[in-house]
């Protein structure tokens, strides 16, 4: 390969990393006076932390948010100032105990968050298994309130865990609901990603398993995010009709048949949804 070519197609790398990075997605605030980017930009730097990568040092975080590593470490300075991050020895960074007053704030100030957790633990002490509740955040879903009995993904969730909406029993629901205009613009951005053998990766084939979901009035995915994974999950709606969350049971694969899951648990789920719904009047 030419020099010439090898620049190139550097280039043409260090550019499509660019238009993918959170960064770039600020871009589109640009010249709105109202738009604090300062603030912005420390939301970018927090949210790159992730249970594979709790600590980084500022020049990770810079080529994983597409920040500059001067505008990183600003957003450091002040976090660790404030207590939200901090420091080794190494000049590595991760955040600190004290984010966790964020996320209880959203938790202690959310209705549906609250009413969730506490149905979810009177499920699992009747029936002895991991529900959860989850609300759509972009092309994810977002765990609202978790209860579990038992590990059953390799990852370790949480209130705050993100999962792939697309192939996941609760994303199915949300997107289901979604308007047309909504759901054609998620599909257009969405990135399939083949997690298993058994992951839809193709676009037709999700419009059709979601015209499925709303026909049946809930989603059942097989092993479609993780290999020995089942889930199930209905919708839970607002006053006005609109799906605001789902709620949902997972299991290892060969302990719950899919026949079983929704002839034993499916009722239970949607007595929950309804339950939830009751709190949002």
Do not use: W
């Not at 238009?19 to 927090?46: Q, W």
Request: one cysteine or more; a positive charge; hydrophobic letters at 40%.
């Amino acid at each position: 390969m030419s020099l010439t070519s090898t620049t190139n197609s550097l280039e043409t790398s260090e550019s499509a990393n660019k238009k993918l990075s959170p960064a770039t997605a600020l871009e589109v605030y640009t010249g709105d006076p109202n738009f604090m980017a300062s603030l912005a930009r420390g939301l970018v730097v927090i949210q790159a932390f992730t249970p594979q990568s709790p600590q980084m040092t500022i020049s990770q975080l810079s080529v994983r948010t597409g920040l500059s590593r001067a505008a990183v470490r600003r957003c450091l300075y002040t976090l660790c100032k404030l207590g939200f991050a901090g420091t080794d020895e190494a000049q590595r960074y991760s955040l600190r105990p004290k984010m966790l007053t964020l996320a209880n704030t959203y938790t202690a100030s959310s209705t549906l968050a609250t009413a969730a957790q506490s149905i979810l633990e009177r499920m699992s002490a009747l029936l002895g298994e991991s529900f959860s509740v989850a609300t759509l955040d972009g092309e994810d879903i977002v765990y609202i309130a978790r209860t579990s009995v038992t590990r059953v993904m390799s990852v370790d969730l949480h209130v705050g865990s993100r999962l792939p909406a697309f192939c996941t029993s609760m994303g199915r629901v949300l997107l289901a609901y979604l308007p047309q205009d909504q759901l054609e613009q998620y599909l257009m951005r969405a990135t399939f990603t083949q997690y298993t053998p058994r992951t839809m990766t193709s676009a037709d084939k999700l419009r059709l398993a979601l015209r499925n979901v709303r026909r049946n009035g809930y989603a059942l995915c097989d092993q479609e995010f993780e290999v020995g994974l089942r889930s199930l999950a209905v919708p839970v709606q607002a006053p006005n009709g609109r799906v605001i969350a789902t709620v949902n049971i997972s299991g290892h694969a060969p302990r719950m048949p899919m026949l079983e899951m929704q002839t034993r648990y499916l009722s239970h789920l949607r007595a929950a949804a309804t339950e939830l719904s009751a709190f949002l009047r």
